[in-house]
């Protein structure tokens, strides 16, 4: 196979986030990648120093990404509770379609977790949303935007323990639950 010169970082680090969706994070090493992406291991060791440089990289890509998506759905939902729960039903289509998958994204957490700067990128994604969230959510405030972020999370875990239906069904199902439960009554919307 003739090697590619001409593969942007955004290419590349693509082809490496679909190996690691496709094998988990352990998968992405140099050999592999240079073979998914016709670079050589030489090219890619001077691109990014080490595994764990490119690793990290790749998973800021991911949340570059998943800032971009968050951005446009806080933008396009209503500032509603309805609107709360689109942005969160909208947000949980990346994790798969069955459990399998959503088990093999979890992967990519423990990578988050383990990596200060990536960590970092969680916490401030966390903020971001929690905000999202309290422009559908007012006059409740930021207590029930953490809170219903926390369900979120908790029903994505459930879900795949169970998962009947479609995730997206499942997470808004159990969000209104929970906002009908927190609001002490039934949304109509």
């Known amino acids: 196979m003739p090697r590619n010169r ?14 690691i ?3 988990g994070p352990d998968a992405a090493t140099f050999g592999a990648v240079a073979k998914a992406s016709g670079l050589s ?3 890619l060791v001077q691109r990014f120093g080490t595994k764990a ?28 509770h ?10 949980s289509r990346d994790y798969g379609d069955d459990a399998v998958s959503y088990a ?10 383990r990596d200060p700067a990536l960590r970092a990128r ?13 422009q559908c959510l007012s006059p409740e405030g930021t207590r029930l935007s953490r809170l219903m972020l926390s369900q979120w999370q908790g ?15 499942y997470v808004r199902d159990e969000l209104r639950c929970f906002l009908e439960t927190a609001g002490g009554g039934k949304l109509t919307f």
Do not use: N, Y
């Not at 309805?82 to 947000?91: F, H």
């Open 41 to 43: 291991g030489s090219t």
């Open 53 to 80: 440089a490119m690793l990290r990289a790749a998973l800021l890509r991911a949340w570059d990404r998943l800032d971009a998506e968050t951005a446009r759905l806080a933008q396009s939902v209503p500032k509603t």
């Open 122 to 134: 969680g916490s401030a994604w966390g903020t971001t949303l929690a905000d999202a969230l309290d």
């Open 82 to 91: 309805a609107g709360a729960i689109a942005l969160l039903t909208g947000l």
């Open 155 to 169: 029903c994505l875990l459930w879900w795949g323990f169970e998962p009947a239906g479609s995730i997206e069904d």
């Open 6 to 19: 001409t593969l942007s970082d955004e290419q590349l680090l693509d082809m490496v986030l679909g190996l």
């Open 21 to 23: 969706h496709a094998e």
């Open 104 to 113: 093999d994204g979890l992967l990519l957490l423990r990578e988050d977790l």
